[in-house]
C-alpha cells in the first residue's frame, strides 16, 4: 500500500521517487516523457499544490468515474476496463476517505489519484486520461467543489439570519436613535435596526445563488486547449456531474476562472456585511452606548484588566473582510494579466477561494452564536432618544398645516437653535416660543414631539412604523 503518510510540504531534498509509474521510471508523474533529467527541487516546491488542492479529492474522484464512462460509450474503454476503472476510483475515494496522505512526489490531488488509480486498477488505469488533460479536469473539480460550497456558505448565512431574525422579534417594544454620520437622527423599532442587517444577508444569498448558477457550466471534454479528440458525449457528462450547461468554447473553458471571482466577490460582500453588523455591536455594545451586552460563552476577557468583557468574535469578523477582500482582489489581478487558455497562475485561484470559504465558514456561525447570545438594555436605548431627533417630526407637522418643507425646515431649526442655547430638550421650550417660530404651531405639536408618535406615522412599506415593521418581519420569515 502506498497510503503512506510522508508530510505534506516542499521538500529540500531531490525528489525521492516513491510512487509507480506506468513508464516504470520509479516517480509517478502525469508529465515527463520529453524530459531527460527529472524536475529541479526548486522547480517541485513551487510547482506543488497538493498541500492547498488536496481537498478536491471527492470532486475529482467523481469526475474522474464521469470521464470513465463517457470514454467507455465513446468505444475507448472496453466495458471490463470501465468497471475496472469505476471500481478502481471507488477504493482511492474510499482510501482518501480513510486516511490515505499524499506523498513528496504527488504533485497535486489528480496526480495523486491517478498514482492510488493505478495501484488499485493496474493497466487500465492508464486509459483514463485519454482525451483530458489536468487543465478541464481541474476546473471540472474545482467547479463541483464551489457548487457544493456555495449550498454549504447559504446554510451558513440563514442561519446568521435566523439568529438576528430571532433577536429582532424580542425587540418590536424597543426603540432606539437610528444614526446617520454616526449622529443621532431619528428614532427607530429595535427590530427594524437589526432587521436592516438582515436584507443584505438576504441579497447575499441571492447573489451566492447566480454564483452556484454561473459556476454550474461544464469544461470536461475541452481537453487541455483545443477541445477532445475522442467522441465522448458531452451531454452525459454535464448529466451525470449535475452542470446546467456546457462550455461553448474549449479556449475559454480551461482559462475561465470568472466563477471564482464571481464566488469571491460573494465571499467578500458577505465579509464586508459582516463587518458592518460586527462594528453596529461593538459600538453599540461600548459603555458610552450601551445598547448591547455581550453574552459570556462569545466574549473574552482581559489578561491583565479583571473587569474587560472583550466582543473579539465581533472584531475578528471585522477583521477577516479584509482577507477575504484580498482575496477577491487577489484572484482579479491574476486573471487580468493572462493571455487566452490555461496558465499556472491559475493553480492560485484555489488558495484564494478556499480561504474566502474557511474564513466565512468560521465567522459566519460565530458571529449567528454570538448575536444569539446578545442581550439589549431597553432603557440605555430609549434613553438615547433625545428630543432634537424629533426635529424632523416637528417640520412633518407644519407641512400637515399647510407650510411648504422648506420653510418648516427653517423655522424648525431655529428652535433646535434655541433649545441647544437654553440647554434644554425641544420639547421643553415654551410653547410662546415655539409659535414665535411659526404661526402654524398649534397646541397639539407637543403629540408630534413624542417617540412612538415619531414611528406611527411611518407605517409605509420598508419604514418603522409597528404595522411596517410587523410586514417586514413576516417578509423576512418567509426567506428562511
Ligand atoms: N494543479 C494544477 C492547477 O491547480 C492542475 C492543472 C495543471 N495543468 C497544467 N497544464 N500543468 O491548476
Not at 490531488?109 to 493497466?123: F, N, P, S, V, Y
Request: hydrophobic share 45%; aromatic share 6%; charged share 20%.
Amino acid at each position: 500500500m502506498n497510503s503512506s503518510s510522508a508530510p505534506v510540504g516542499p521538500s529540500d531534498s531531490p525528489a525521492a521517487p516513491t510512487g509507480t509509474t506506468p513508464e516504470g521510471d520509479g516517480s509517478h508523474k502525469l508529465w515527463g516523457g520529453r524530459f531527460a533529467a527529472g524536475p529541479h527541487p526548486l522547480l517541485d516546491a513551487v510547482n506543488r499544490s497538493i498541500t492547498t488542492d488536496f481537498r478536491l479529492w471527492p470532486h475529482d474522484v467523481r469526475g474522474s468515474q464521469a470521464w470513465a464512462l463517457a470514454l467507455w460509450q465513446a468505444g475507448v474503454l472496453s466495458r471490463e476496463e470501465h468497471a475496472a476503472i469505476d471500481a478502481g476510483l471507488e477504493r482511492v475515494g474510499a482510501r482518501i476517505a480513510a486516511g490515505a496522505q499524499p506523498i513528496e512526489t504527488d504533485e497535486d490531488i489528480h496526480t495523486m489519484i491517478d498514482r492510488l488509480l493505478h495501484e488499485e486498477a493496474g493497466t487500465p488505469a492508464s486509459r483514463l486520461h485519454t482525451g483530458r488533460s489536468r487543465n478541464d479536469q481541474v476546473a471540472t473539480a474545482t467547479r463541483l467543489w464551489t457548487m457544493h460550497a456555495c449550498t454549504t456558505l447559504d446554510a451558513a448565512l440563514r442561519d446568521l439570519q435566523q439568529a438576528l431574525l430571532t433577536q429582532a422579534e424580542t425587540l418590536t417594544d424597543a426603540v432606539l436613535p437610528a444614526y446617520t454620520h454616526l449622529q443621532r437622527a431619528q428614532p427607530v423599532s429595535g427590530t427594524h435596526w437589526l432587521l436592516s442587517h438582515f436584507w443584505p444577508l438576504d441579497r447575499d444569498r441571492t447573489r451566492l445563488a447566480a454564483a452556484a448558477t454561473g459556476t454550474a457550466t461544464l469544461p470536461l471534454g475541452s481537453g487541455a486547449i483545443a477541445g477532445s479528440a475522442f467522441p465522448v458525449s458531452r451531454e452525459l457528462l454535464r448529466e451525470t456531474l449535475g452542470f446546467v450547461a456546457i462550455s461553448p468554447n474549449s479556449i475559454d473553458a480551461t482559462g475561465d476562472r470568472d466563477f471564482v471571482a464571481e464566488t469571491l466577490f460573494v465571499c467578500a460582500m458577505t465579509a464586508a456585511h459582516c463587518s458592518r453588523i460586527a462594528e453596529d455591536m461593538i459600538v453599540y455594545g461600548s459603555s458610552e452606548f450601551g445598547f448591547v451586552k455581550f453574552g459570556d460563552r462569545f466574549s473574552t476577557g482581559s489578561s491583565m484588566m479583571p473587569q474587560k468583557r472583550n466582543p473579539d468574535v465581533f472584531e475578528l469578523a471585522r477583521g477577516s473582510g479584509a482577507r477575504v477582500l484580498g482575496d477577491l482582489v487577489s484572484m482579479l489581478a491574476t486573471i487580468k494579466g493572462l493571455p487566452s487558455g490555461y496558465s499556472k497562475d491559475l493553480q492560485d485561484d484555489k488558495r484564494a477561494l478556499f480561504n474566502a470559504y474557511d474564513t466565512l465558514m468560521l465567522v459566519l456561525p460565530a458571529m449567528a452564536g454570538a448575536i444569539a447570545e446578545l442581550r439589549f438594555d431597553r432603557a440605555r436605548m430609549r434613553a438615547a432618544v433625545t428630543g432634537a431627533m424629533m426635529a424632523t417630526d416637528l417640520a412633518d407637522y407644519l407641512v400637515r398645516k399647510g407650510a411648504t418643507f422648506r420653510e418648516a425646515h427653517g423655522a424648525v431649526g431655529r428652535l433646535v437653535r434655541e433649545a441647544e442655547q437654553a440647554e434644554v430638550e425641544l420639547n421643553e421650550l415654551p410653547m410662546a416660543q415655539v409659535r414665535a417660530a411659526h404661526a402654524l404651531f398649534g397646541e397639539d405639536v407637543m403629540d408630534a414631539l413624542g417617540i412612538e408618535a415619531s414611528l406611527a406615522m411611518r407605517n409605509v412599506d420598508g419604514g418603522t412604523g409597528p404595522e411596517a415593521v410587523a410586514r417586514q418581519v413576516k417578509l423576512a420569515r418567509g426567506r428562511l
